[in-house]
């Protein structure tokens, strides 16, 4: 089947397509060329819309263990927005951490097509791709967390060689079915089970007497020679902490070049100036992301109102448990593996801090000049749930809507904020680098992302509208895979996406240390433990697209 | 005969993995590493094969088509039990969205004593690799463990080698309520556990004035519920000097009213000696029967835990009206599905009367016939699959282990769900 769409204002900066009229042929799932010949089965009229690839969402905490304690958490919160099911979709509830088929109907809604999970745990990955599994419209994809796991510390303790580290990772990768290598307070989850309350970059661990700094040179090394598209995806030390951009800053030093995501990259931009001791790191922040082209970042916007944080640390979770609002709060310690934290938040633009968090969020999106490597999330649910984005974009498009949000907020906050003085408005070009093609150029996706021939046909199409939160908010098409799946905003087909994955070779001796670890300490045999394709396929729906690896000696 | 080794068990809700079985034909032997609790469970031998409709043998098709006709008919079905994998738990919660039924998982009395603690003050847990290898102090409320889990001292406690302590036989055990029924909790030096013992319905008091003595709270009585106050004091000391004490209860053993509070308490209690500046952590046993497998997936198919309706198209949670005992006593509930697929014992409750259909491991035999029994796999034996562990973050991969014909849980309900399509 042939479908055609025609007329429409494209923007596709993997292709240098920048707002130009173009006709697009669908067939087999995928874009073609314009045939020679051949009338379309189908044709939509999509004159003077504005046709951008389906967005994906790089960093959303849509599928795994701590998210669904997060749901169990907040019945009050999912009792304000309950989604009765229809003929094709299923019942479900939002807000902050929907339910799993809300989240792919939600998604798909806003032109969405992928969204990645950052924060696998390899023992709970099972969980996270079971979750994932339930999540319909959407590719996903997950990063494994490795850095606070016992078997990793342990070989840094005794200086095992880079090649090792390589092989244990690539092994844990393929274990858990991921697509990038995250890790979260390096070192800071264990130390926290060792009762260190905090960790410095350079502090050590007092068990294995590693340091953070130590660890992210490691990891973002083994990434790199595995030849593991995405950069090392990195939760840096000290989350939330005044002060802590003089931690990112030295972070971004000590991988000495490497390539390095800094996620939520918000939350790790404060100083400690002005009368509260809490200020905006957001133009050093940014300033060093330009200078290093080997940085990118994902912003961690916060938006005002209620959510509830969930991560992996929970050493720094732990720590603000004190703000938690409704005052409840969960902490697990994790089979000698990671943790998690789950703190419910209510930021409020009359808190000094919370206001100037928001500041500080869109400061950074504002100062980063490369729209290649800074990328749109809010962390989902941590800073707001992701249907804001459609609000945080007009944010970024918008200078006097910009203006006129922060007249509004805690005025100490606007005074220490440089925000209103920012005039850069986010170009419809721009927005399409940071929620289409940049996102699936450095998550390594190949054929996503972008409108050429041969790319996938995951497309949104939306009518222009000056308020761009309207326009993004609700898609009159969206094409997943080839087929429209949204019309008007609303789902009208459910679909099923794929599960994207890497997978670099390694030595395969590394299982011998292996099954000696899990036999003498953990609680599952080592054959246990990896997940099998069928696992995730025999469901059904489910399906794996392997992307390639090219690893490289440094 | 095939011998199958690593095998885990969904049985004892500690997700042992490391048992050996012998399959000859459809029966099975565990010939190492079996207890009291797995051994039974996987040995069970097939009695029926073939689907019922009114005591009658009839084909799965047949039986569908009857399941269908009664969900058609009914205003409030309720779907109980909820034992079974993570896939017959999403067909579940797909058959309860479609009909409007209310789901209820039958351990959900006991566990909802742990989810209302945790919806309302939240907690901090530790899972059982971390004990394992850390807990130098562990203390159990209210629960007989061995009875409830015969391997875990062996598996958790006195395993040989940790990573983090020099000789796992110094760990020290105490017991808050009911004593031990057995020896598996003393250590390998032959240490015998403490215990402080009191009857279930004191332990509110106990549990209360531990937790003041730990806040440092002044406490002015010598004696609570016939325990010495300076024991509990000395339990409060170990606590805040332990590297990483670990207090543990079972919330269906604390069957008492609103023992939900008791759980609480634990709870807080844990927290105020992490910040008494130790670590200490919580760990709520349970796991048995598919329970935190129907929480899991009924948690992220609906945000709600698995005592839920969809009877307004909506996913609504309450923890108390949707206990299908108590609607089937107020006369709330027209029809019936029971899903019980790994203990042949637990029968479904006693509907009052309406239509019933049961899809239950083999050989459940039933007081009153139910109008349509449908034999199903057991996961793990029959087919593979998935099943939670107590600590609610290991899902374990179930093995097949042998060919018996049965149809899965999953591959029943959505049958029925497909009916109810047409």
Not at chain 1, 496 to 508: A, E, I, M, N, Q
Request: aromatic share 8%; proline share 5%.
């Amino acid at each position: 089947m042939l479908t055609k769409l025609t007329g429409g204002i494209v923007y596709d900066p993997a292709n240098k397509v920048n707002g130009k009229k173009k006709d697009i042929y669908i067939k087999d799932g995928k874009i073609v060329a314009k045939p020679r010949n051949v009338e379309p089965d189908k044709e939509y009229n999509i004159a003077g819309k504005v046709v951008m690839a389906g967005a994906i969402d790089l960093h959303t905490h849509i599928g795994g263990g701590k998210g669904n304690i997060a749901r169990m958490l907040m019945p009050e919160n999912h009792r304000i927005d309950p989604v009765a099911h229809t003929d094709i979709k299923r019942a479900g509830t939002g807000h902050a951490m929907p339910s799993t088929f809300t989240t792919g109907y939600r998604y798909a809604e806003m032109g969405y097509t992928a969204a990645f999970e950052p924060a696998v745990l390899p023992i709970n990955a099972r969980q996270a791709h079971m979750e994932m599994g339930d999540v319909p419209m959407l590719d996903k994809g997950g990063y494994v967390m490795l850095g606070s796991d016992d078997f990793y510390l342990r070989m840094m303790a005794a200086n095992k060689d880079q090649q090792a580290i390589n092989d244990y990772v690539a092994w844990t990768l393929r274990a858990a079915q991921g697509v990038g290598i995250k890790v979260v307070n390096p070192g800071g989850i264990s130390a926290f089970k060792f009762n260190q309350r905090q960790l410095d970059l350079d502090e050590n661990n007092k068990h294995y007497n590693v340091t953070p700094r130590e660890i992210l040179k490691s990891l973002a090394t083994a990434v790199k020679e595995l030849g593991i598209k995405h950069p090392l995806h990195v939760h840096g030390s000290n989350l939330g902490v005044p002060g802590n951009i003089q931690t990112t800053l030295d972070s971004i030093a000590g991988v000495e070049g490497l390539p390095m995501h800094l996620t939520h990259v918000q939350f790790h931009s404060y100083g400690t100036e002005g009368d509260f001791k809490f200020s905006s790191g957001g133009a050093e922040l940014a300033e060093a992301i330009n200078k290093n082209k080997n940085m990118s970042v994902d912003v961690g916007q916060i938006m005002f109102g209620q959510t509830v944080t969930a991560s992996g640390d929970n050493q720094r979770q732990y720590a603000n448990h004190a703000f938690s609002n409704p005052n409840k709060w969960v902490c697990m310690d994790i089979e000698c593996d990671a943790g998690c934290g789950l703190v419910p938040f209510k930021y409020r633009d009359k808190n000094f801090v919370n206001a100037l968090q928001w500041a500080i969020g869109l400061e950074i999106f504002l100062l980063v000049k490369d729209p290649w490597r800074i990328f749109l999330t809010t962390d989902h649910p941590n800073g707001a749930p992701f249907t804001s984005y459609p609000h945080l974009i007009r944010l970024l498009m918008d200078k006097s809507f910009r203006n006129d949000m922060l007249a509004t907020i805690h005025p100490e906050a606007q005074k220490m904020t440089t925000l209103g003085s920012i005039t850069r408005e986010y170009t419809m070009q721009e927005i399409a680098t940071l929620t289409r093609a940049g996102a699936a150029k450095i998550t390594g996706l190949v054929g996503r992302g972008a409108l050429g021939k041969g790319d996938w046909a995951d497309i949104t199409v939306y009518t222009e509208n000056e308020n761009r939160e309207k326009m993004f908010e609700k898609p009159d098409y969206v094409f997943k895979d080839g087929e429209m799946v949204v019309k008007d905003g609303e789902v009208v087909k459910t679909v099923w996406g794929t599960t994207h994955v890497v997978r670099p070779d390694y030595d395969k001796s590394v299982e011998k240390d292996l099954k000696k670890y899990f036999d003498k300490y953990l609680t599952m045999k080592m054959g246990n433990f990896a997940i099998s394709d069928d696992e995730m396929t025999e469901d059904g729906r489910g399906s794996l697209t392997v992307h390639p690896t090219v690893g490289e000696k440094i | 005969m095939t011998e199958i080794t690593e095998v885990p068990s969904p049985f004892c809700g500690i997700g042992s993995d490391d048992l050996t079985i012998q399959a000859d034909g459809v029966s099975i032997k565990v010939t190492k590493n079996g207890c009291a609790v797995n051994t039974p469970a996987f040995e069970q031998a097939i009695t029926d094969t073939s689907p019922r409709v009114d005591g009658k043998e009839v084909s799965l098709e047949w039986a569908v088509v009857r399941a269908v006709k009664i969900l058609k008919a009914a205003n409030q079905p309720v779907i109980g039990g909820c034992a079974t994998d993570v896939n017959g738990m999403r067909a579940l919660m797909a058959l309860a969205d479609r009909s409007g039924s209310v789901v209820d998982n039958m351990n959900f009395t006991g566990a909802k004593r742990n989810i209302l603690a945790m919806q309302d003050s939240g907690w901090m847990n530790t899972t059982l690799a971390e004990i394992k290898n850390r807990c130098d102090l562990f203390i159990v409320v209210g629960c007989d463990l061995e009875a409830f889990s015969p391997r875990f001292y062996e598996r958790y406690l006195w395993n040989k080698e940790s990573m983090f302590l020099d000789d796992t036989a110094d760990r020290e055990v105490i017991y808050i309520g009911k004593p031990p029924s057995g020896s598996a909790s003393t250590s390998p030096n032959k240490a015998k556990a403490k215990v402080l013992e009191c009857a279930d319905a004191d332990l509110p008091e106990v549990v209360a004035v531990l937790k003041a003595l730990i806040k440092g709270n002044p406490v002015f009585a010598d004696q609570v519920a016939g325990l010495a106050v300076a024991d509990l004091q000395e339990i409060a000391d170990k606590l805040k000097s332990a590297n990483y004490g670990v207090v543990t209860w079972a919330a269906g053993a604390l069957d008492f009213p609103q023992a939900e509070l008791t759980v609480q308490t634990i709870c807080e209690l844990v927290k105020d000696v992490n910040a008494s500046g130790v670590r200490c952590s919580g760990f709520p046993l349970g796991g048995k029967e598919g329970d935190q497998t129907a929480n899991q997936v009924c948690g992220w198919q609906t945000g709600y835990p698995a005592r839920m309706r969809f009877s307004s198209d909506i996913p609504e949670y309450d923890p108390f009206l949707y206990d299908i005992n108590q609607m089937f006593d107020n006369g709330e509930a027209d029809a019936f599905i029971w899903v019980q697929a790994f203990n042949s014992s637990a029968v479904p409750p006693q509907g009052g009367k309406i239509p019933t259909v049961v899809l239950g491991r083999s050989g459940m035999t039933f007081e009153e016939e139910p109008d349509v029994f449908i034999p199903v796999g057991t996961p793990g034996i029959d087919h593979a699959g998935h099943a939670y562990r107590l600590d609610n973050v290991v899902a374990i991969r179930l093995k097949k282990l042998r060919d018996s014909g049965l149809p899965s849980t999953a591959e029943v309900l959505t049958a029925i769900e497909q009916g109810l399509v047409i």
